[in-house]
């Protein structure tokens, strides 16, 4: 998708200054990924996709320099990464794509 047509997909969920885009999940979204899952309401599910979660153990917080931050503070977050998969499957009735990135180099800073 050229650059263009995809920041108009985007829309609001691209970050005119970082040009960041928000990975939250719109309800829709969640409705469909939680689709066949037992709870209450849909908005009570998770509101980012699995995968989009970074964990640093203790000799990672070491290698980084970092303390422990309080729950709910905001990080920015740098990396580089090789891709190591590229993924795509067609089944008729849906196309779904993924990429897998091998983080190999991280930085880990201040407020976002």
Same mark, same amino acid.
């Given at each position: 998708m050229a650059k263009d047509?995809?920041?108009?997909?985007?829309?609001?969920?691209v970050d005119k200054a970082t040009g960041m885009v928000s990975m939250k999940m719109t309800k829709k979204e969640k409705k469909e990924h939680h689709e066949g899952m037992v709870m209450a309401?849909?908005?009570?599910?998770?509101?980012y996709p699995y995968g989009l979660r970074l964990?640093?153990?203790?000799?990672?917080?070491?290698k980084l320099g970092m303390s422990l931050p309080k729950v709910g503070s =905001?990080? @920015? +977050?740098?990396a580089v990464g090789e891709v190591v998969e590229v993924?795509?499957?067609e089944d008729g009735k849906d196309k779904r794509?993924?990429?897998?990135?091998?983080?190999? =180099?991280? @930085? +880990?800073g201040g407020k976002a």
């Open positions: 047509s995809m920041d108009k997909a985007l829309g609001d969920a309401s849909p908005d009570d599910g998770p509101s964990r640093l153990d203790d000799d990672s917080l070491t =905001k990080v @920015s +977050v740098d993924s795509q499957h794509r993924s990429v897998e990135i091998q983080i190999q =180099k991280l @930085s +880990v």
